[in-house]
């Protein structure tokens, strides 16, 4: 359950909240593959059933920034990728227990992962370069401090700093596609997954809320230039349909009734208004 504008210039350039690709075990200076052959390359069906089961986070804090970590056996000893062998960890928890300062009960995280005890993975964002501008289906909002609102819902926009040099502060609620459900929640710069979503996947600086094999319900990425960019979306609100299907298809807002209320096209710039969409 979840809890209730300018450009920077180049030689400026910040990470709004810090995602690395997600790494496979340590182990000193072993390559590519261990003692047996077995690469350290997880593959993909076998890292999703690792995040499902693990409820997308580190199982002992519930970070969603996590490293895929071998416990039974290690993975120098490993012969196969088995998803039940293997846990979510975060870069600490995963140094501290491979360097053995953490006996942490792993068997036991795993039947009670953090994240789904709490009901969602977090990670914090970090917003030192002010308030980015965001692009959405590639139409580009600029300086508006409530992006979309719907009602009285604020679903994606932004508080000022609290001081000046502290990060400007995000928060969103992206639903599901049936608007029942919150997939997603930034609140004041803290990331959080619902942990029923079907998948949620980190790569570099791009992240995807899966709602099954197909079908994609956010993705979002940080740009080199300090974009916040939304790539997809498929969210119902309060009966209005919010879509977004690549950067070269446009921002299509649809209402309750079925009639296509507004589409921002690929390029177009919404500039300087407090609140840019308001339903």
Same mark, same amino acid.
């Given at each position: 359950?979840?809890?209730d504008?300018?450009t920077p ?9 810090r995602?690395?690709?997600?790494a !496979?075990?340590?182990g000193?200076d072993?390559?590519?593959?261990n003692?047996f ?8 069906p ?18 969603a920034?996590i490293d895929y ?6 993975f120098r000893?490993?012969t ?7 846990a979510?960890?975060?870069p ?8 053995g ?6 068997? !036991? ?6 994240a ?8 914090p ?7 980015p ?20 819902e ?21 639903y599901?596609h ?5 997939a997603?929640e930034?609140?004041?710069n803290e ?5 029923? !979503? ?6 570099? !600086?791009?992240?995807?809320i ?11 990425s940080?740009?080199g230039?300090?974009?916040?960019a939304i790539?997809?979306l ?6 209005y349909t ?12 649809i ?8 589409t ?16």
């Amino acid at each position: 359950m979840f809890a209730d504008g300018h450009t920077p210039a180049p030689n400026s350039e910040r990470r709004l909240f810090r995602l690395s690709a997600a790494a !496979n075990d340590g182990g000193g200076d072993m390559g590519e593959v261990n003692q047996f052959g077995l690469s350290r390359e997880i593959p993909e069906p076998v890292k999703r059933q690792v995040r499902q089961r693990c409820a997308f986070g580190c199982v002992l804090c519930g970070c969603a920034i996590i490293d895929y970590h071998h416990f039974d056996p290690p993975f120098r000893d490993a012969t196969e990728h088995r998803p039940e062998a293997i846990a979510l960890l975060c870069p600490l928890h995963h140094r501290l227990i491979e360097s053995g300062l953490d006996c942490a009960d792993l068997g !036991n995280a795993l039947k009670h992962p953090y994240a789904r005890q709490q009901g969602f993975a977090r990670t914090p964002f970090d917003f030192r370069g002010g308030i980015p501008p965001i692009t959405i289906g590639g139409a580009l909002f600029v300086g508006s401090q409530r992006v979309i609102v719907v009602g009285d819902e604020m679903i994606l926009g932004f508080d000022a700093p609290e001081a000046k040099g502290l990060p400007g502060l995000l928060s969103a609620r992206f639903y599901d596609h049936s608007g029942a459900r919150v997939a997603v929640e930034i609140a004041r710069n803290e990331f959080r997954s619902n942990s029923r !979503n079907w998948d949620v996947e980190q790569s570099g !600086n791009r992240l995807t809320i899966r709602t099954g094999p197909r079908g994609i319900g956010l993705q979002f990425s940080i740009r080199g230039n300090a974009v916040l960019a939304i790539e997809h979306l498929n969210m119902v609100c309060r009966g209005y349909t919010f879509r977004v299907s690549g950067e070269s298809h446009g921002f299509k807002i649809i209402l309750p009734s079925g009639e296509r209320w507004v589409t921002f096209a690929p390029g177009a710039t919404v500039a300087a208004c407090y609140t840019a969409i308001h339903g």
